[in-house]
């Protein structure tokens, strides 16, 4: 399942979309982003209470619609049946799938294959061993939207390096003026959520964090 044949080396900026956050400039913030360059959308599984599982497929496969324009993967968080009914590029896993050769089996066609880390690398040692296709680390600073998440330790980005040779994301609070504290991280792109949603001018924000990248 290697991504290089499906959308080539998974980098750059990852926005995280999330449902709940869909409001009247909702869809012209993330086509706006989608024109600043981002590499990659998510979904994260955080639907309106009471929202039907057909009008959350109708979502995604908007949003992919949107996507397939600039030829940029969508991906879902968790909820890996949407492969089978929606457009989908790939699933980003919030934990270990322990079915996931089962899982394979079911979707029965390619599809990237993420997941979230924090300081244990197990995690690390488990998707390099399962041929994944990119590992994000949550969360390197604190932040609203990854309350759940550890703070994740430089060490620790530094000895996953040292595992594999996937793709390496980090998210949680990044901001491009904080980016200059990654330096010295082996990392391959950034995944952002209110960073960019949030903003005024989401094609110019993602601009920013690009260039932040390029320097790293």
Known sequence: MAIKNIHGKLEGVCLVVDPCMAQKKFLDKVRQALKG???????????????????REQFVAYICDMASTYEIPVLINDVWEMLKTTPLAGVHFGHIPEQFDQIKEEVSRDFIAGITCGNKLEVIKWADKHNFDYASFCAMFPSPSVDSCEIVEAKTVHKAREITG???????????????ELNGLDIDGIAVISGIMKDEDPKARVQQYREQLEKH
């Open 166 to 180: 996937m793709p390496l994301f980090v998210s949680g609070g990044i901001s491009p003026e904080r980016m200059k």
């Open 37 to 55: 360059g981002i590499s990659i959308v998510q979904v994260w599984n955080h639907w309106p209470e009471g929202m039907a599982q057909y009008d």
